[in-house]
C-alpha cells in the first residue's frame, strides 16, 4: 500500500513563535540551508475546534484555509511537500471536524495526521466520539484522502486511545518514539513500538525525537530503517532540532551497521522486492491461480505480504525473489518477516547465484521467533549466471497447522567490511554482569537521582556534568565499579572536598577516532592506579560516599575534551556552555556505543 510518506523525511512544525524564523520562507530557507534532504513539513493546522492562530502569531499563524494555502505557495516554490496534523481532543467533536475537514480540503494539502494522546489537553473523548468523529470526517473527505494518527507507543497507553475505534477510518500510524523524553534505549522502545503495534496492520512511520544526542540518533534511525523497515521517518520538531542533528538527519539510508556476526558492512545499492512489485513471482504447483491460493495482508512497512498454510509432505506454492544486482559483488541477503501469519518453524530459502556454488545454498528459518523486522539470511559473493541472483521459497516446511509468510526481500550490496576490534565499545560502569551484557542502560535496578546537564543545588548551585548513579536503599554500598571500556587510567587520587577519590579513564579511540573520557568519583577501595591499562568489564573500585560526606552513589561522567587529564577535579558550576562543551550525557553516549551484539 503506497502512501505520502514512503522515501520522505520529514519534520514536524509546532507553531512559528517556538521558531528564530519570523516567515515561511525564513523557515523553508533554514531547512534548505541545515536539511536539503528533507521533503515534507508536518504543520499544525489547529487544537481542538480553534485554528492553530489562536495559539500563535506573527505570519506563520494559521487562523483559516487562506493561511494554510499560503504555507503550501510557500513551501511548494522550495520544493517542500505541506502535511497538516491536528491535535484531536473530542470535546466539540463537530468543531473539530469542520477544522479537520477544511483543511485536509486546501489543495497541496497532502494528508492529515491526528496526534492521539491520552493526557489532559489531549484526546478526552470517549469511544463512541471516535467513531462519531472519524465518521463524520470520511463521510466529508471520503477514503482516498489519507489520514494517519501519531500515538504515544509505549504498552500502557494503547488501550487508552481506543485503538480499535480508530483502525477503520485510518490509514497510517506514527508512533512517538521518543526514548529521551522517555528514559529507555532507543532500539527498546522501536522495539516495544513494533510489538504493540505491529499487528494493527497499517503501516508504521515512526516520529523520532530531533533533539536526542547525534550518536543516539543515528543509531534510532539506523534500527528504524534497517532493522524494523520503516520506508519513511519525521523528527520531532523544528526550532529545537540544532545544527549537530541535522547532519544526521539528512541520512536518506542505512550507511553502515554491525551485522549479527559482529562484522561492520558499509553498504552501497540497495534493492528490496515484494510481493506485487518488479522482480517478484509467483505460482502454484496445482495449476490454479495464486489469488485463489494466498491469503495477503498489509505489512507495518506497507507492503503487501503473502501468506498461506504450511505444507506438510508436499509443495503446492512458490515464489522467487530476483533483484537483478547491478554487477558482481558481495550482498547481504535478508528477508522481512511480519509479525502475524509467520509461525513456521521451518521456511526452507533457496538462495541462487552464489559465486563458485554450483547448487543453491539453502537457509532454515524460524518466522515465528522474529516480529516485524528484517532478518539477514547471508552475505556471499554473487554473480550474474544463468539464473542469476535469487531467492526461492515454497510452503513445504514438513509441519500442519501453521502459517508461512511470504514478504520482501532485501539485497544489499557490501562494499567494505570490517570486524571491530575485541573489546571495542563502551558498557555501564554498574551491575552484574548479566546486566552488563544486556541492551539496558541504565541496568537492573540502577536510577540516575540527577541526570546530565540538570541544573541542582545538592553540593552547591550547579549543572550536573553526568549521572548520579544509584540503587535503592543504599543497597549500592561497596558495589563493584567496572571500567565501562578498554583504555588507559590516567589519575587514580584522592582529591579535595567532597570529590574524595576519583579515577579518570582514557578510553581507546573508537571506529571514528573519538576519545573520550570517563570519570568516576566519591568512589571507595580503589585497585587501579595512573598508567595502568584496563579492560571493559574490569572492576577499577567500588561505590562510595565521599568518606562519608554524602549517599552511596557513583558520580559518573564522559568528558569529549581532554579537560578531565588536565584537570581530574574540573567542574562548571554554574557555566552550562562549559559543561556542553566539555560533557555529554552518559547514558545517551553508552547506548550509541555499544559492543557489537548488546
Not at 534510532?220 to 544526521?248: D, E, M
Amino acid at each position: 500500500m503506497s502512501t505520502p510518506y514512503d522515501g520522505k523525511i520529514g519534520l514536524w512544525h509546532f507553531k512559528g513563535e517556538a521558531l528564530g524564523e519570523s516567515s515561511i520562507q525564513e523557515l523553508a530557507d533554514t531547512i534548505k540551508n541545515w536539511a536539503p534532504a528533507s521533503d515534507a513539513i508536518w504543520v499544525k493546522t489547529s487544537d481542538g475546534d480553534a485554528w492553530e492562530g489562536e495559539f500563535d502569531s506573527g505570519e506563520m499563524a494559521i487562523n483559516g484555509v487562506s493561511d494554510i494555502a499560503r504555507w503550501v505557495d510557500v513551501l511548494a516554490d522550495n520544493g517542500l511537500e505541506f502535511h497538516a496534523w491536528a491535535n484531536v481532543t473530542g470535546e466539540n467533536v463537530a468543531g473539530e471536524i469542520d477544522r479537520v475537514v477544511e483543511a485536509a480540503n486546501v489543495p497541496g494539502v497532502r494528508s492529515m495526521i491526528l496526534d492521539v494522546e491520552p493526557y489532559e489537553g489531549h484526546w478526552q473523548g470517549t469511544q463512541e466520539d471516535v467513531t462519531t468523529l472519524m465518521s463524520g470526517i470520511r463521510a466529508r473527505l471520503g477514503t482516498d484522502f489519507h489520514i494517519g494518527i501519531s500515538v504515544d507507543p509505549r504498552q500502557q497507553h494503547y488501550a487508552s486511545v481506543y485503538p480499535g475505534r480508530w483502525r477503520p477510518y485510518v490509514d497510517s500510524v506514527h508512533p512517538q518514539v521518543y526514548w529521551v523524553s522517555m528514559g529507555r534505549d532507543p532500539q527498546d522502545l522501536l522495539d516495544e513500538t513494533y510489538v504493540v503495534w505491529g499487528a494493527y496492520e497499517k503501516p508504521i512511520y515512526p516520529v523520532l525525537q530531533g533533539t536526542a544526542d547525534p550518536a543516539s540518533l543515528r543509531r534510532a534511525q539506523n534500527l528504524a530503517r534497517s532493522v524494523r523497515g520503516a520506508t519513511g521517518l519525521s523528527y520531532w520538531r523544528l526550532g529545537v532540532i540544532g545544527p549537530l542533528q541535522f547532519p544526521v538527519i539528512q541520512a536518506e539510508k542505512v550507511e553502515e551497521e554491525v551485522g549479527p556476526d559482529d562484522i561492520l558492512r558499509r553498504y552501497g545499492w540497495e534493492k528490496i522486492v515484494a510481493p506485487y512489485q518488479a522482480g517478484y513471482h509467483d505460482g502454484t504447483q496445482t495449476g490454479q491461480p495464486s489469488s485463489a491460493v494466498f491469503s495477503e495482508f498489509t505489512s507495518v512497512r506497507g507492503h503487501k505480504t503473502k501468506y498461506k498454510a504450511t505444507g506438510k509432505n508436499r509443495d503446492t506454492v512458490w515464489a522467487a525473489w530476483r533483484p537483478g544486482i547491478p554487477e558482481d559483488g558481495i550482498y547481504e541477503v535478508s528477508v522481512y518477516i511480519p509479525s502475524h501469519h509467520a509461525t513456521t518453524r521451518n521456511a526452507e530459502y533457496h538462495i541462487h547465484g552464489i559465486k563458485g556454488r554450483g547448487t543453491e545454498l539453502l537457509v532454515k528459518l524460524r518466522q515465528e521467533r522474529r516480529s516485524n523486522q528484517w532478518v539477514p539470511l547471508v552475505v556471499y559473493e554473487f554473480e550474474e549466471g544463468s539464473e542469476g541472483a535469487q531467492v526461492n521459497l515454497t510452503d513445504l516446511t514438513g509441519e500442519e497447522g501453521l502459517e508461512i509468510a511470504f514478504g520482501a526481500v532485501r539485497w544489499r550490496q557490501v562494499v567494505e567490511q570490517t570486524e571491530p576490534p575485541v573489546g571495542a565499545g563502551f558498557d555501564p560502569p554498574v551491575g552484574t554482569a548479566e546486566e552488563r551484557l544486556s541492551s539496558q542502560v541504565w541496568p537492573g535496578d540502577w536510577y540516575d537521582a540527577t541526570g546530565y546537564a540538570t541544573y541542582y543545588t545538592t553540593v552547591g548551585a550547579a549543572y550536573h556534568t553526568g549521572a548520579d548513579l544509584n540503587l535503592p536503599h543504599d543497597a549500592d554500598k561497596n558495589t563493584p565499579v567496572y571500567s565501562p571500556a578498554d583504555g588507559r587510567v590516567t589519575y587514580s587520587a584522592r582529591n579535595l572536598g567532597s570529590w574524595a577519590w576519583i579515577i579518570v579513564i582514557r578510553h581507546d579511540p573508537l571506529a571514528d577516532g573519538t576519545v573520550v573520557w570517563s570519570r568516576m568519583a566519591h568512589v571507595s577501595s580503589p585497585i587501579v592506579s595512573e598508567g595502568d591499562v584496563v579492560e571493559r568489564g574490569q572492576q577499577v573500585c567500588s561505590i562510595g560516599n565521599a568518606d562519608g560526606q554524602l549517599a552511596f552513589h557513583l558520580h559518573y561522567d564522559i568528558a569529549v575534551t581532554d579537560v578531565l587529564e588536565r584537570n581530574p577535579g574540573h567542574w562548571p558550576g554554574t557555566n552550562l556552555d562549559a559543561v556542553l562543551a566539555n560533557y555529554v550525557d552518559p547514558r545517551e553516549f553508552i547506548l550509541a556505543h555499544r559492543p557489537p551484539g548488546r
